[in-house]
């Protein structure tokens, strides 16, 4: 059996191919090979032709789920579990897709698990699945936003962001659930993510909040708005005007 483990962490090849090894170190037949990126991953499989193919979603350049664009006019002959950091809303897309993967840190059980399966299923309909999955993926980014966390991605519905303040390249987002993530992109890159949405508005140049989570407008120390959260919201100058135009047309 031939295995190929696909990641461009090297840390996450090498607990792989431990984990592997271990797993099936009864059988001398099993032959491991990794890659690093999903270009280096398709000569591979073109060279080799393993059997199964442990494949990372998201690598720079290349997403995991691209890589049917790859085999267009090939047919796909083996079998793939994909590994992933992403958080419930992703797997929701890999449970209706009924696509195998495998949930960062991962488990040697559930490894084993997936391995067993994959060793068994059969090819039908593999391309569709892929399909589906992507489509799906497709459909999240649309309707939602996408959080880098230390240990993945976040998937979060607009509805649910409170409020974004800007720190220079970074970005504090502010979560109904009263929880916080400082993300590593500048607020113009969320703003531009969310301003088709009528209820985000920026009141002042560091700050852009959902008005559907306002509480009070105070006049107090010029303007500011006061969200259910606790937050004060400062409103710069030639914004207030603006502000109550705004307020007045949505409420």
């Known amino acids: 059996m031939k295995i190929l483990i696909v990641d461009d962490e090297l840390s996450a090849r090498k607990l792989l191919k431990r984990m592997l090894y271990k797993l099936f170190k009864e059988e001398k037949e099993v032959i491991l090979y990794e890659a690093k990126d999903l270009p280096r991953a398709v000569e591979l499989i073109k060279e080799e032709q393993p059997n199964i193919v442990l494949l990372d979603i998201e690598m720079p350049e290349h997403s995991g789920l691209e890589i049917l664009d790859f085999f267009k006019n090939t047919p796909i002959n083996f079998q793939i579990i994909f590994t992933t950091a992403y958080n419930d809303y992703a797997l929701e897309a890999f449970k209706l ?46 309707t939602k936003i996408v959080l880098d966390v230390p240990n993945g991605f976040m998937f979060v519905s607009p509805d649910d962001v409170i409020a974004l303040i800007a720190d220079g390249m970074y970005t504090t987002v502010y979560l109904k659930d009263k929880s916080k993530t400082v993300i590593a992109k500048p607020i113009r890159h969320f703003i531009e993510r969310l301003e088709q949405h009528k209820y985000f508005y920026r009141p002042h140049r560091s700050y852009y909040i959902n008005l559907k989570y306002i509480k009070e407008f105070s006049k107090k120390d010029g303007a500011t708005i006061v969200l259910e959260n606790g937050m004060s919201i400062p409103i710069a100058r030639d914004k207030k005007e603006e502000f109550l135009y705004i307020i007045k047309g949505i409420f």
Do not use: C, G
């Not at 840190?105 to 299923?121: C, F, G, H, S, W």
């Open 97 to 142: 897709n009924a696509t195998d993967y495998l949930l960062k840190p991962i488990d040697i059980v559930e490894l084993e698990n997936a391995m067993q399966k994959a060793r068994t299923k059969s090819m039908d309909s593999l391309e569709q699945k892929l399909e589906d999955l992507r489509q799906t993926f497709l459909e999240l980014k649309t």
